[in-house]
């Protein structure tokens, strides 16, 4: 069994280097198509371990996991909630200036009333009489809107108060190991953790002692905080495997595991669950329907990864 490959899930996005020199980089010692597999691995283990002495940035030890995100539908509520809000501030500008103004026309219409002046013909007064009227009408008219927008937010804000109050609360993340071989095919396990966001480097070794083949020669993963732990440079000595990381941001070097993963999660998309249990019997199901069925991508088209083990054995 030449390798299994686990994921993480994790992605990172980096600015794109500006340098038009060609690239240098560990995986090119996979064009030496005339070197055996497991010398080429050697020689990409130790080249990777090279690169990532001199380029890999410090990092915090104990260092606390990033926090779970919301699940898109309060996410969204959340989102509406702070739109409502941005448009209650500028509604709240809007009438500060309108105020402002209507304050000026009456302190100027009070000054010209106090000030002395002659006697003024019948036809100007009326006008004038008539334009304050006017005035008056149209600041009542402006209240009575005022007041008809506020009751239209307040009748908004409980609307979506009630529907986050109504929606699911999450008390805790699941998260799922996917162990696959590269080989085969085969899914090997597919662990589940319910401390989720917060799993440990030692959980996810307890989970690979007890999934991971006798005759593993390499471990291929991402470089996620669990794999990059001294616990789990541990098991790959008591193990006696080689830790093949791939290259950072480059999820497509460990392709077929995210594959896997891609396959899990649409099969999962109308599947319904409601407790860490029923996931794992979902899960049990998915794999052994997963190792039965034919797959393209091994080598004898038209076998399932069991099918394509047995053969391998056998030869």
């Known amino acids: 069994m030449p390798a299994v490959s686990g994921s993480s899930g994790r992605l990172v996005v980096e600015r794109a280097s500006d340098h038009a020199t060609d690239p240098s980089y560990p995986g090119q010692v ?3 198509l005339d070197r055996p597999y497991a010398e080429v691995m050697q020689a990409f283990v130790a080249a990777s371990h090279a690169g990532s002495a001199e380029t890999a940035p410090a990092q915090a030890v104990g260092a606390a996991p990033a926090p779970a995100e919301l699940p898109p539908t309060a996410r969204a509520l959340r989102q509406a909630q702070a739109e409502l809000r941005a448009a209650r501030r500028q ?7 309108e105020d402002a103004a209507w304050r000026a026309v009456r302190n100027e219409r009070r000054a010209a009333a106090a000030a002395p002046a002659g006697p003024l013909k019948r036809g100007v007064a009326a006008a004038q009489a008539a334009q304050g009227r006017a005035l008056r009408a149209q600041r009542r008219q402006q209240r009575r809107q005022r007041a008809r927008e506020d009751a239209e937010w307040r009748a908004a804000r409980q609307a979506l ?3 986050v109050a109504c929606s699911p609360i999450i008390t805790a993340w699941i998260a799922i190991l996917v162990i696959t071989d590269n080989c085969t095919r085969q899914c090997l396990g ?7 966001a917060r799993v440990t480097a030692e959980m996810v070794v307890a989970a690979l ?6 005759a593993l020669q390499f471990l291929i993963s991402d470089r996620g905080v669990h794999f990059t732990a001294q616990v789990f440079a541990q098991l790959a000595r008591e193990e006696g495997f080689i830790h093949v990381v791939i290259a950072r941001h480059r999820p497509q ?6 594959r896997f993963v891609r396959t899990l999660k649409e099969w999962l998309a109308d599947k319904v669950w409601t407790s860490d249990h029923e996931l794992a019997v979902l899960l049990a199901q998915f794999r052994a329907d997963y190792n039965d069925r034919p ?5 004898i088209p038209g076998l399932s990864p069991n099918e394509f083990a047995g053969r391998i054995w056998l030869m």
Request: glycine letters at 14%.
């Open 30 to 32: 996979f064009g030496e």
């Open 91 to 97: 509604l709240r500008e809007r009438r500060k200036h």
């Open 161 to 163: 108060r009630e529907r």
């Open 190 to 196: 597919v662990p589940l953790f319910v401390a989720g």
């Open 209 to 214: 002692r007890a999934l991971l083949p006798d």
């Open 253 to 258: 070097s460990n392709g077929i595991a995210e």
């Open 295 to 299: 797959h393209q991508g091994v080598g």
